[in-house]
């Protein structure tokens, strides 16, 4: 106890400590702040357009009275809602498309044509509590611990404590501990208070928290390694300083780099062209080269495909879903291999610890790869029963009614 009262009375005589862990209070704080802030925003964007899409749908109701163009004026509001924990590690929701308006048309056209519009941010990512936690903790902690010997043996200390130390090492220890616990509680005290604020769940920040003590804890033996080392503090720093860009800069890049050779993937933009000039060719063709691979794909309205005039809307969605199959094996391969470029980048990860801890905080806040994919499948899960609602009353040339509208399916998000 002796020992643990003069290693805090000098923690708060060290003023470049105290600077440090204050830094990392007020990044962490800050990080939590725009995290709880940018999930704020998108809730309230998305009460808002849930309230007008349900406007929109009663008003288009009311002014087209015929299936066809039901079908086709009326969107569809679908949404990924972000969960509690997604405050600390924001994800694929920076590049991958939540929200989407759809129609019974074509769904690949509508679910990639908003790739485009997606910044692709800088590779270390975005200021979230992953990016403060991974990324900046660690250059503190280095910043803390790289001079715990160095420092003493530079006074001419070194050997006068180590020789008065009751157990060999043990001033070196008490300190190091004070500062990792400390850092700790910078990190750690913010994201609790932010994961209260939203909502969170006790068993997802405790998890949390587990991985960043553990990620901190990583980084405390890599910085007792080198601090052992009959090295001045400078060269601890530069040594340090570089296993940290190796580790959480060039080892992601070289990764993403070597991944993406690997697993080449059609892109997104090359789905929608294909697709939107599968639909317009429709147009020239005979009606029968849009009906035959409708009705393989359909076989039960196979009685129904008779078109006798210039137009149908029965013929107009039929080539829209041709469309759709047109494309299918590229967005199959699409969606596969972003499946597996995860796989290896979750493999490759384990070869830098921040860009493990930064996949571990997102699977837990529900921003991950997985996510986003499982949102793009309960989109065309949706769709298909779009089709599935107006493809009997379109075929079967049924009269429209309030009481058949109201059967209509509806959207409903995946809890979180």
């Known amino acids: 106890m002796t020992g643990l009262i003069r290693e805090i009375r000098f923690l708060s005589s060290d003023r470049a400590a105290l600077l440090w862990l204050g830094i990392a209070v007020l990044v962490a704080a800050l990080s939590v702040v725009l995290g709880l802030r940018e999930i704020a925003s998108q809730r309230t964007v998305l009460n808002e357009l849930i309230e007008i899409d349900r406007v929109e749908r009663e008003v288009v109701t009311g002014l087209y009275r015929d299936w066809g163009n039901a079908a086709y004026y009326t969107f569809h509001l679908t949404y990924d809602s972000p969960s509690d924990f997604a405050v600390a590690a924001l994800g694929q929701r920076d590049t991958s498309p939540w929200k989407h308006n759809i129609r019974a048309l074509a769904v690949e056209g509508q679910i990639y044509e908003t790739d485009a519009e997606n910044p692709d941010f800088a590779l270390i990512g975005r200021f979230d509590f992953a990016f403060a936690a991974n990324l900046l903790a660690p250059l503190l902690l280095i910043l803390l611990l790289h001079d715990l010997r160095s420092s003493e043996r530079t006074a001419g200390r070194y050997e006068l404590l180590s020789a008065t130390a009751a157990v060999h090492g043990s001033p070196w220890f008490a300190r190091a501990v004070l500062r990792v616990g400390a850092l ?35 980084w405390w033996g890599v910085c007792a390694i080198v601090d052992r080392v009959a090295w001045s503090s400078p060269v601890n720093l530069t040594v340090l300083i570089g296993a940290w860009l190796a580790l959480a800069v060039i080892v992601p890049a070289a990764v993403k780099l070597s991944v993406d050779a690997a697993v080449p993937l059609p892109d997104g933009g090359d789905i929608l062209l294909t697709q939107r000039e599968a639909v317009n060719d429709a147009w020239d063709l005979p009606k029968s080269a849009t009906m035959e691979p409708f009705i393989e794909r359909h076989p039960e309205w196979a009685d129904y495909t008779e078109v006798s005039q210039p137009f149908e809307w029965k013929w107009y969605y039929a080539f829209q879903q041709v469309g759709d199959q047109t494309v299918e ?83 409903r998000a995946a809890g979180k």
């Open 329 to 411: 094996p590229l967005s199959l391969a699409y969606r596969e291999g972003r499946i597996r470029r995860d796989r290896l980048a979750g493999m490759y990860a384990w070869l830098s610890p921040p860009a493990l801890a930064e996949r571990a905080l997102q699977a837990i806040a529900g921003t991950n790869l997985a996510a986003s994919l499982a949102y793009e499948q309960q989109v065309r899960d949706f769709h298909a029963a779009l089709r599935t609602y107006y493809y009997p009353r379109l075929f079967r040339d049924e009269a429209f009614s309030d009481a058949s509208i109201g059967q209509r399916p509806e959207f």
């Open 184 to 218: 700790m509680l910078c990190l750690i005290v913010p994201l609790w208070a932010g994961g209260l604020l939203a909502g969170t769940g006790v068993s997802d920040m405790a998890l949390a928290s587990l991985i960043v003590a553990l990620h901190i804890g990583f």
